[in-house]
């Protein structure tokens, strides 16, 4: 009888980073770019390092960060728009094979609903991808993360409107179009199934405007699925070596005890988050989701042509950022996805996050389980408050311990069969925080000298870190040091 190998990751394994334009770019009014959601986001000095200010906004908190007198630190990013040699030549001396980044929509529609995009935004991706070739760095790219053009919000009231769908979908046919030649990753949509914790970003609705704001939510995500599936169907036309993904964050929990109850608030909570990877992989709403909108009064408008559109057209990989872990307690917890208990077995940083490398291999295992799919980690880190010496060094064992730890549990979910074909760290240098806009919160191996108010040098200084991940890189994750 043949004996079964382990399996273990290939040489053509892609180890690399992940950014966001909104994060990153800057020259939010340059070349013809108008303005995104991500451009009114303020950084709040003083403020609750856990406190994700810019979710749920209603009407007054959107007209008071548009027009307030804040610093929006997403305008100016880590200056990638002018500087993106200096970073690709940074991430080729650290040997990475991939950066995953997004494009910018409000770069090429700066309105989202243009008749024709903006050749200059188009431009500045042609020099990128090309720059990035010549380094041998493969762009894996994300169509839309976090950030629309800020017309489609006031215009449209974000993804809620069903006008969306055509209007993102040109645009994803635009770019698809673009630069089919040189990029063949792509991911659709980021994220997609944080529409509780990234509302206004995923979605640009307010709260205020919708009379049952759960239910347009769920209608915008329904939005969100046509849309991805015109675009993969596109793709497929276009060219048969396009591999389009969706991605989720990894949100499932751990039942907080043994007790029954426990165990069973875990497993509904968890089914509502495959509910996103369930649509969008095996073609279908499940019933179990469907239950929940009835349960919820949730009543969505959804044709039998949308149906047969998402059957016919499923993604071809799926990715996955994964960052911490939480558990869920009937009688303190909810359905809502932001209802959880703390694991008293794990250390967190500074802004509440949990570290637990374990979570990895049990989120990618039970992904491939459940899909049989190629996978990728899209995103994988955690922010720290760097010290930069006066030999302009930063120590950061810390950061070095995390990534072993969690490559560990991925190299273990692969040996057991997981297809996993790239890892990204977020970030490889250091960016604007997501959520609480800041640049104090680190996740790189780069550190770029700017300040939360985007005062600072610019100068890059290689962490400890830096020569740690390239030496990872180098022995293809067989010596993680």
């Known amino acids: 009888m043949e004996e079964l190998a382990m399996k273990e990751i290939g040489k053509d394994f892609l180890w690399g980073g992940a950014i966001a334009a909104n994060q990153a770019e800057g020259a939010y ?18 403020a609750d390092p856990v406190d994700l200010h810019f979710n749920d906004l209603d009407s007054s908190t959107y007209e008071k960060y548009r027009n307030g007198a804040y610093f929006y630190p997403k305008r100016q990013g880590v200056h990638f728009y002018d500087r993106y040699k200096e970073y690709i030549d940074a991430l080729a001396e650290m040997h990475v094979k991939t950066l995953r980044l997004s494009i910018s929509w409000s770069r090429i529609f700066p309105n989202g609903d243009d008749a024709e995009p903006n050749e200059l935004g188009l431009a500045f991706y042609d020099r990128l991808f090309e720059y990035m070739k010549s380094k041998n760095i493969e762009p894996i790219v994300t169509i839309f993360h ?8 006031d215009k449209y009231g974000g993804w809620a409107n069903r006008e969306l769908i055509d209007l993102f979908v040109n645009y994803g046919q635009t770019v698809l179009n673009r630069y089919q030649h040189v990029v063949k990753y792509w991911i659709i949509i980021n994220q997609i199934n944080l529409i509780h914790k990234e509302a206004f970003a995923s979605l640009g609705i307010l709260k205020d405007q919708a ?32 591999q389009m993904g969706m991605m989720l964050a990894d949100t499932l929990t751990v039942p907080y005890s043994c007790d029954p109850a426990d165990v069973k608030l875990n497993f509904q909570r968890n089914r509502m988050q495959y509910f996103y990877s369930d649509v969008l992989l095996r073609g279908e709403y499940p019933e179990y989701a469907l239950t929940y909108f009835e349960d919820h009064n949730i009543r969505l408008e959804i044709t039998e042509s949308e149906k047969e559109l998402l059957r016919n057209n499923t993604a071809d990989f799926l990715a996955v950022s994964y960052y911490w872990s939480n558990t869920v307690k009937a009688g303190e ?27 990895l291999y049990l989120c990618v ?33 810390y950061r070095i311990e995390y990534h072993q730890e969690h490559i560990k549990a991925l190299l273990e979910a692969v040996r057991e069969g997981a297809n996993v074909f790239a890892y990204c760290t977020w970030a490889p240098f250091d960016i604007i925080s997501a ?47």
């Open 29 to 46: 009014n340059r070349d013809g770019r108008g303005l995104s959601t991500a451009d009114i986001q303020p950084f709040i000095s003083g």
């Open 435 to 481: 959520g609480t806009a800041e640049m104090t919160k680190r996740y790189g191996f780069i550190y770029v000298d700017y300040d939360d108010e985007g005062n600072g040098s610019g100068e890059f200084h290689y962490k400890d870190s830096f020569y740690w991940y390239r030496h990872v890189i180098d022995s293809n994750g067989q010596d993680l040091g």
């Open 211 to 242: 009379d049952h704001y759960e239910q347009a939510k769920f209608q915008a995500i329904h939005h969100q699925f046509v849309a991805s599936a015109k675009i993969t169907e596109f793709a497929h036309q276009l060219s048969p070596t396009l």
């Open 365 to 397: 295992s039970k992904y491939w389980d459940r899909y049989r799919v190629p996978m990728m980690i899209a995103e994988n880190g955690i922010g720290f408050r760097d010290v930069l010496t006066a030999d302009c060094k930063v120590h950061d064992n």
């Open 333 to 359: 917890n909810t359905m809502d996805p932001n209802s959880t208990v703390k694991n008293p077995y794990l250390k967190e940083n500074r802004w509440g996050w949990s570290i637990n490398a374990s979570g």
């Open 146 to 153: 976090y950030e629309m053009p800020l017309n489609l919000v």
